[in-house]
């Protein structure tokens, strides 16, 4: 896990990232919103090459900025790996916390581990979420990799959490989406929304410009993407990469034998093969 950061006055982002051999970084956020009724959005990845105690070091970071027993909210925005992986142990250790999240987002779920559905508040579009100081608002991102995605709008201040949408492939990791060269962001973006969402090659582009104006009258003052740093003021110049993405070239799948090129520039997994872990490895270099 890399290191938590502050993002606005009341919104902390949790960030992991996955190296992608060949092409750069994904970045992974969740965030804490530190509302009367505190918030955190999705949970991480479970383990990464990066960091096999990838949900431990979540759960301290949660600990350091609200303590787990005093969340309320667990927004979840979608099921996939990348969004779920400390989702059983939070909900163990803040048992007043209720999961906010798509009705068979729970149920998918409740198949491969024991969700306390009696915890589960369903959420659908345009649904609203009193979380005492301000109001959450669902609304649809627009782009998915998953059918139950669900965003969400801070009404009180304009932050718009936009699930995978808005995402990119970055050369560097970094806290703020301002540092990075526009061009870069574009090919990114290009790149991670044409595998993550491929079906944009298939859109009417009249109904596709229709969803587009709807983010657009949300008028987010701050985009938070899962795979993205922060972003202030930058909705119109995403609008515009996502509004091209049906003329753009898809990026096929890895073959197998760039799937095994990429595995050998990966490396072992921590601890694999007697590789050292991290930390060892790091101990007897004496760093």
């Known amino acids: 896990m890399d290191e938590p950061y502050q993002a ?8 992991t990232h996955l190296p992608i051999p060949g092409m750069g970084n994904l970045v992974i956020n969740s965030y804490l919103i530190r ?26 970071a949660v600990e350091s900025i609200v ?7 667990i927004w979840l925005t979608h099921d996939d790996m990348d969004h779920t992986g ?9 048992p007043q916390a209720r999961l906010a999240t798509h009705a068979f987002s729970a149920l998918r779920m409740a198949s491969w581990w024991p969700v306390p559905l009696d915890r589960v508040h369903a959420m659908r579009l345009d649904d609203r979420l009193d979380v005492g100081d301000r ?13 139950v995605s669900t965003g969400l709008v801070d009404e009180k201040t304009g932050t718009l959490f936009s699930v995978d949408s808005f995402g990119a492939i970055l050369p560097e990791v970094t806290t703020d989406c301002a540092e990075i060269a526009p061009d870069v962001v574009r090919q ?3 790149a991670w929304l044409t595998m993550d969402s491929p079906w944009t090659q298939l859109v009417d582009r009249d109904k596709w410009d229709a969803v587009l104006d709807g983010v657009r009258r ?10 993205l740093p922060a972003a202030r003021g930058t909705c119109e110049t995403f609008l515009g990469i996502v509004r091209a993405l049906p003329d ?3 990026m096929p799948a890895p073959n197998h034998e760039q799937f095994q090129q990429m595995l050998s520039m990966m490396g072992p997994p921590p601890g694999a093969n007697g590789a050292p872990a991290p930390a060892a490895a790091a101990a007897a270099a004496g760093a």
């Open 8 to 15: 606005s006055p009341d919104v902390y982002v949790l960030p």
């Open 35 to 60: 509302s009367d009724e505190p918030v955190l959005i999705d949970t991480g990845l479970a383990g990464s090459p990066l960091d096999p105690d990838e949900s431990a070091h979540f759960i301290a």
């Open 67 to 73: 303590p787990l027993r005093d969340l309320r909210w």
């Open 86 to 94: 400390s989702l059983p142990k939070v909900m163990e250790l803040a």
């Open 135 to 147: 109001t959450l608002r669902a609304v649809a991102p627009p782009t998915f990799d998953n059918p």
């Open 188 to 190: 990114g973006m290009t």
């Open 218 to 227: 949300l008028a987010p003052a701050m985009i938070m993407s899962s795979h």
């Open 248 to 250: 753009a070239e898809h």
